[in-house]
């Protein structure tokens, strides 16, 4: 089946919604749907989608697969809950890491998060839960970029010839897949989804996985996860489209109260871009560029070498994994 | 013994240069000495003392390991042709290769340069010259970061407790060690070096295999080399102290053609420094950025990503490796 997209120009945000809604109905009738936020704008818009075809048909998780940013899952259960929509946190850091272990190749690894959550974490819970269908926030941009080969999105399955009621138990609701970002946020706005969740930059399906080249350790997430604090809080107000950390592998050299100190380097990412079919490094100012090198290599520990991004996409991609 | 630096503010050239040049005189008395030129400012300086007080009796060398920047060999044999000075150009890349072969750490690299260098290839030609002295263009900041243990420099030896004498059969003179690189510049034109040697940016020891993370290899330095070339031709006319081109070990995704590229990633490095004690990065405007990035992953087969460098030294240092 070919998806056709829907641009932002021809969207019509309260049409669509109410379209999408019968659609979940429909395919749904009368059983039960679980749908997986991850807390970006796409799993935060199709779950209210969901929310409003199915009431409490929809059981909605939220996996903390340890790959999350600081203070993450807390604050999405929390911002649902004033939504009136209840979220479980499921706890599957160890599935995970163990699924991730001696893993450094990028396709690796976002097979390697893939089977664990589609297979492992969603098996399971869609079972005990006695639904028949996953409801999924995947957009027309995922589909693109796996489809062309450049990365496999975790959540594309059925466009790679993946059968996954065969699979997995389970059959994939995507209401979304017509939408690239820019029209996502205006379908958000419309479903009242408050603005700190559709404002927010995107984030990749692989979470923190995708910000750490080579293999992903919970003590190499957990550096990752401070340097991204720092880049959100310093570049929050940027107007970005979005902005990133990544923790290198290589190791460089560096020097601490005058003695040598081999250390790490994070590469800072501030990207401009409509739709992340194509970026460009946002010009940030040097006294921007200064302070969050300063704060990165005081703030996290091992760091001694602090890069900027400075590649359009194409060449680059957003994400380095 | 402990060596005294000599302030640029304190430095007569002049007269610096009367004394070194009697110094050489009576050390090497009426044998012979060798010189290691490597094409920076430092050995084109301890060079032409050397030359002013043995004239005939310093032979001169140039060692093409392989590791040097585009046409540079060439360049320095003519440069020195015309100051009347006769450069031997000795090729010993196959000896350098194979002693980087298989090394990845910093200081493991670093030091088979060093073993390259003063045993393998200065051992053979000192002694087949007849002379017993080695003259080298070490300067301050070299002891110092060596020293202090955060880089190996090649040419810090004695400083280290090395009798290289007995390990290699020469002494070493090294005029220049009281003095670091802005005094050098000093010396250097009262000394009539041409502009274009003076005014270069400085080029570490190790040469290109200090900018190349993990392993050393000809394709390897060949990357860098092409990099290095156009980080030198945008940056000429910057006013920075050192500018440079860094190829890491780390790949990231890519996307050419609509197809994935997992590919390389160069580093670009601009220093703002008086003496690389202490640097920052060079405030370049974007559309240099841009035109940096945009010729590497144009020119420079397999690169889809460049970053630069926003760290200060410390803790970041000059050089990576």
Not at 41 to 47: F, H, K, P, Y
Not at 128 to 156: C, F, M, P, S, W
Not at 245 to 258: F, N, P, S, W
Not at 284 to 300: G, H, K, N
Request: contains cysteine.
């Amino acid at each position: 089946m070919e998806i056709k997209e829907i641009a932002l120009e021809e969207l019509d945000a309260e049409k669509f919604i109410a379209e999408k809604t019968e659609e979940i109905s429909l395919i749904v009738g009368d059983g039960l749907a679980v749908s997986a936020l991850s807390g970006g704008v796409d799993s935060a818009a199709a779950t209210i989608l969901g929310h409003k075809a199915l009431g409490d048909r929809l059981k909605t998780y939220f996996i903390d697969n340890g790959l999350m940013r600081e203070g993450e899952p807390e604050n999405i259960v929390s911002v649902f809950k004033d939504l009136g929509v209840t979220v479980e946190l499921v706890d599957a850091k160890k599935t995970f890491f163990d699924a991730l272990k001696g893993r450094a190749d990028p396709e690796d690894k976002r097979e390697a998060i893939t089977r664990a959550f589609y297979r492992d974490v969603f098996g399971a819970l869609v079972r005990e839960a006695g639904a028949r269908y996953l409801l999924q926030g995947t957009n027309y941009t995922d589909i693109e970029e796996t489809v062309a080969g450049i990365k496999r999105q975790h959540n594309i399955l059925e466009q790679l010839g993946i059968d996954t009621e065969e699979m997995y138990g389970y059959k994939i609701i995507e209401p979304l897949i017509q939408l690239r970002k820019s029209a996502i946020r205006e379908v958000s706005k419309e479903l009242w989804l408050p603005d700190k969740i559709y404002n927010r930059p995107p984030f990749p399906g692989p979470a923190l996985a995708a910000r750490v080249i080579g293999e992903v350790t919970p003590k190499r997430v957990g550096i990752v996860r401070k340097a991204t604090t720092i880049v959100e809080e310093e570049l929050s107000s940027s107007g970005a489209f979005q902005y990133l950390a990544i923790l290198h592998e290589d190791k460089v050299t560096g020097v601490r109260e005058g003695k040598r100190d081999y250390g790490l380097q994070i590469e800072v990412r501030c990207w401009e871009s409509k739709d992340a079919k194509t970026g460009s490094p946002t010009e940030l100012p040097y006294e921007v560029l200064d302070r969050l090198a300063e704060r990165i290599t005081t703030e996290v520990p091992g760091v001694v070498s602090v890069t900027y991004s400075i590649t359009k996409k194409p060449p680059s991609t957003i994400e380095a994994v």
